[in-house]
């Protein structure tokens, strides 16, 4: 066996939990967009696909090693907030959690000696590090710039060139 039961779904979870997050960020660029915020939708768009990239990162991985992945289920998320800087906070917590799971799969891989799974746990755990940053940055915007309709707007604006990516 390539990899334990409990790694196997450990890595499935966290599958879904990629695919998760794809589906609420395509949720919170519907929201930007029809809240008139092209540069957070544009944004979000993009975020929703690089969550895709996690998921098939991880569903590659299994595959080639000969574990066969499950392709999770479609959730169908709601997100409604009440404003640009809400819908960035709910990134971040949503971020945090996502590293949550990282670490804990992590822990897994060291408490059963797994030590195949740990190159690719590293390359989501320095992700992780690089997405709870970015949001946070975002969120550091509103103190800076502001929070009155020209400062949101300039947010927007700086939100439609920034790369989700490194
Ligand atoms: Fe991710
Ligand atoms: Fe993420």
Same mark, same amino acid.
């Given at each position: 066996? @390539?990899?334990?039961?409990?790694?196997?779904?450990?890595?499935?979870?966290?599958? /879904?939990? !990629?695919?998760?997050?794809?589906?609420?960020? =395509?949720?919170?660029?519907?929201?930007?967009?029809?809240?008139?915020? &092209? *540069? *957070?939708?544009?944004?979000?768009?993009?975020?929703?696909?690089?969550?895709?990239?996690?998921?098939?990162?991880?569903? @590659?991985?299994?595959?080639?090693? *000969?574990?066969?992945?499950?392709? $999770? /289920?479609?959730?169908? $998320?709601?997100?409604? $907030?009440?404003?640009? %800087? &809400?819908?960035?906070?709910?990134?971040? /917590?949503?971020?945090? /959690?996502?590293? #949550?799971?990282?670490?804990?799969? =992590?822990?897994?891989?060291?408490?059963?000696?797994?030590?195949?799974?740990?190159?690719? =746990?590293?390359?989501?755990?320095? !992700?992780? #590090?690089? %997405?709870?940053?970015?949001?946070?940055?975002?969120?550091?915007?509103?103190?800076?710039?502001?929070? &009155?309709?020209?400062?949101?707007?300039?947010? &927007?604006?700086?939100?439609?060139?920034? $790369?989700? %990516?490194?």
């Amino acid at each position: 066996m @390539k990899l334990s039961e409990e790694m196997t779904t450990a890595l499935n979870d966290q599958i /879904a939990l !990629e695919m998760t997050a794809s589906q609420f960020y =395509l949720s919170a660029a519907g929201w930007c967009e029809i809240s008139g915020y &092209d *540069g *957070g939708a544009a944004y979000f768009y993009a975020q929703a696909d690089e969550e895709r990239e996690h998921m098939l990162k991880i569903i @590659k991985f299994m595959n080639n090693i *000969g574990v066969r992945a499950i392709t $999770p /289920a479609v959730s169908q $998320p709601n997100v409604n $907030p009440t404003s640009l %800087e &809400d819908v960035i906070s709910m990134s971040l /917590a949503n971020e945090q /959690a996502v590293t #949550v799971a990282i670490n804990d799969i =992590l822990s897994l891989a060291y408490k059963l000696s797994e030590y195949s799974v740990i190159e690719i =746990l590293e390359w989501f755990v320095a !992700e992780q #590090v690089h %997405e709870e940053s970015k949001f946070e940055a975002i969120l550091q915007k509103f103190e800076t710039i502001g929070r &009155d309709g020209l400062a949101v707007a300039e947010i &927007d604006r700086i939100l439609a060139t920034s $790369p989700t %990516e490194d």
